[in-house]
């Protein structure tokens, strides 16, 4: 039997403290980070990641219980600014985008 794996992750749309964040959760992190990035239809086009141009892979974390990645997200999704940036930067001090090699 194959072990899930779910992903939490947070995009921006710039390097650094001035970007527009979203945070998400998917069990297909490339996937989702290509759909971020090329919105085949009407609705993906207008939706906040495409209005904002959110692109870059900035901090990601693994699960294997959907529900733990769920209430991550959750309880990311509700911190103050602040605190995200701090989160981001612990890992990734540079903001490099952590898919661009793919």
């Known amino acids: 039997m194959s072990r899930r794996t779910f992903w939490v992750y947070i995009m921006a749309n710039t390097g650094g403290r001035a970007a527009t964040l ?13 759909e971020h990035r090329n919105p085949d239809s009407e609705r993906a086009r ?3 990641t495409a209005r ?12 294997s219980d959907v529900r733990d990645a769920i209430a991550r997200e959750k309880q990311i999704t509700g911190w103050r600014r602040e605190r995200k940036l701090a989160l981001i930067e612990s890992a990734n001090p540079n903001w490099c985008d952590l898919s661009e090699a793919w």
Do not use: A, K, M, P
């Open 22 to 34: 979203y945070t998400g959760v998917t069990n297909d992190l490339e996937r989702r980070i290509y």
């Open 46 to 48: 207008q939706s906040f």
């Open 52 to 63: 904002y141009r959110i692109q870059r892979l900035v901090y990601c974390e693994e699960f």
